[in-house]
Every structure is written in C-alpha cells, then in structure tokens.
C-alpha cells in the first residue's frame, strides 16, 4: 500500500477562492481525521469520520470549512471563501480503529491563502 | 484544546547520547502515542503504550506510562543525528463514543553530529 496520499502538496490561492484539499486512505482502514498545523496553534483535530461518518466535528473553526468522505477510501476538505488565517499545512491521517490504533499521515498540503 | 503538554519544548544533545521527553495530559486515557516530524513532511508513528502497560521499548526508543501521575516519557538511546525532528505525544480516549486523538506542543530535539 502506498500510504496516506494527498493532493495537492501545495496550495496557492487568493482570498475568497475556495480550495478542495484532497485524501486517499489506506485500504481497510475505516478512520479519518483532519488536522491543521501552524507554528502559532500546533496541530488541531478539525474533524474524525469513522466508516465515512462524521463523529467529531468540533474542530472546524467555521462554516466556511466543510469535510466530506464519499467512500470508504476518499476524503475531502473544502473552505470556502478561503482567509489568509486559513494558511497552514493541512494534514490527513487514518487507522483501523480511531485512535485506538496507530494513526498514519499523509505528506500533508501546504496551503497560502493571499 | 492541545491534551498533552510536551517537556522540554527543545532539546539539543551530542549525537551518542540519550534524550528523554516528557508529556504530561489531562484526563483519562486508552492509550497514548509518541510520533514523529521530520521538517516538511508528515507524523511518523513510532510507539503505542496502553493504558494498563507501564514499559515499552521499541528498538532505540523506550516508553514509560504513568497513569496516576497522567505523564509518559519517552527515551531515545544512543541518539544520531537522523534523530533530529519534532516529537509528540497524542492520547486516546477512554470513552468509546468518541475517539478523538489529540496531540501536544511537542518537542524539538536537535542531535548534533
């Protein structure tokens, strides 16, 4: 298996545009989970789906971000209108059993919001 | 809201010795995990210890848990400077309606050749 995949790896886009960040699980694994990370905040939980459900949302800073999994392999995380604020690296990660079991990341989308 | 709390923020040691990081959480736990970042690039899992474990080792690496005290610490031996990275710790939940896995500050550690 290749691992966690996501695209793009980087991401330039002018405020107001929205932008779909995309992510491939591991092939049996039925958790997901979105993180952001920033010098200033770290690494925050946006959102845990567990078998393509949302469990765990409130990490979302605002409506302007919305997570989909339309199957049980494929994940997507689209802001729009895109902030400055929203720059960070984004990443995704997922496990057998939530976070029960070891998690495993993708490369992670370095996103610019000018 | 950040669970585990890492210490030290940095550490820089001589390549040859050990290096213990701290992490320190608030409520209870399933188990609790130590990661880690190299610069640019995404978490590596390195070591899982559960909640009723006290000591684990995994190659170079030694982890301790501590319940009563809500701390865990890991150690890495002999260290080399490919050790060089960022280090968390992230903590799974007790309950099982929920699972969401948080992570600390974590450390930086720089192994000097």
């Known amino acids: 298996d290749a691992g966690v995949i996501q695209s793009p790896r980087h991401e330039v886009t002018e405020m107001g545009q929205e932008v779909t960040l995309r992510c491939k699980l591991i092939s049996g694994h039925n958790s997901l989970f979105w993180y952001r990370q920033t010098m200033m905040r770290g690494l925050e939980l946006l959102i845990y789906?567990?078998?393509?459900?949302?469990?765990?949302d409130s990490g979302m800073p605002e409506d302007r971000f919305s997570a989909k999994m339309p199957n049980a392999s494929f994940s997507t995380l689209k802001i729009q209108p895109s902030e400055p604020r929203d720059s960070a690296v984004y990443f995704c990660?997922?496990?057998?059993?939530?976070?029960?079991?070891?998690?495993?990341f993708g490369q992670g989308t370095r996103l610019t919001v000018v | 809201s950040q669970q585990g709390e890492e210490d030290p923020q940095a550490l820089s040691i001589q390549e040859g010795e050990n290096a213990t990081m701290n992490c320190s959480y608030k409520t209870s736990i399933n188990n609790l995990q130590w990661y880690r970042q190299n610069s640019g690039r995404g978490l590596v899992h390195l070591i899982l210890?559960?909640?009723?474990?006290r000591e684990k080792h995994s190659g170079r690496l030694r982890v301790t848990l501590d319940t009563s005290k809500k701390s865990s610490s890991l150690l890495i031996t002999a260290s080399r400077a490919a050790d060089t990275a960022s280090y968390f710790c992230?903590?799974?939940?007790?309950?099982?309606?929920?699972?969401?896995?948080?992570f600390g500050e974590g450390t930086q550690l720089t192994v000097n050749p």
């Open positions: 992230a903590t799974g939940p007790l309950e099982t309606s929920g699972s969401r896995l948080t």
């Open positions: 990660a997922s496990s057998l059993q939530g976070a029960y079991t070891e998690a495993f």
């Open positions: 789906f567990n078998n393509n459900v949302p469990i765990d």
């Open positions: 210890i559960r909640s009723n474990e």
